[in-house]
């Protein structure tokens, strides 16, 4: 069945850095763009960055440009997100995307909590 795993979430002070992993299965990665979605409580789940599905372009929200970079592993089935720069208004809860015309899957999500 499908499954996206997300991995790498964490506490961490402001300024810092985390990397985040999502490991997909059970459907064809390379054909599929990834993105990367985050969630704070009480606030709509917003799209942080994409990656269509060769790798050769990406897209970013502008709260992020500059500190988060998207990549992915067609061979692994893996795509990560480094986030640099960390503010206290990154925290959510971090969810990562499958989209192809018709057909959508998400991963379960991973809490990135950026705090002194």
């Known amino acids: 069945q499908v499954q996206l795993v997300e991995s790498g979430g964490g506490l961490v002070q402001p300024g810092g850095s985390l990397r985040l992993s999502c490991a997909a299965s059970?459907?064809?990665?390379?054909?599929?763009?990834m993105s990367w979605y985050r969630q704070a409580p009480g606030k709509e789940r917003d799209m942080v960055a994409g990656?269509?599905?060769?790798?050769?372009?990406?897209s970013y929200a502008d709260s992020v440009k500059g500190r988060f970079t998207i990549s992915r592993d067609n061979r692994k089935n893996t795509v990560s997100l480094q986030m640099n720069s960390l503010k206290p208004e990154d925290t959510a809860v971090y969810y990562c995307?499958?989209?192809?015309?018709?057909?959508?899957?998400w991963g379960q999500g991973t809490q990135v909590t950026v705090s002194s």
């Open positions: 059970g459907f064809t990665f390379s054909s599929y763009a």
């Open positions: 990656i269509s599905s060769t790798g050769g372009g990406t």
């Open positions: 995307r499958a989209v192809r015309s018709g057909s959508a899957y």
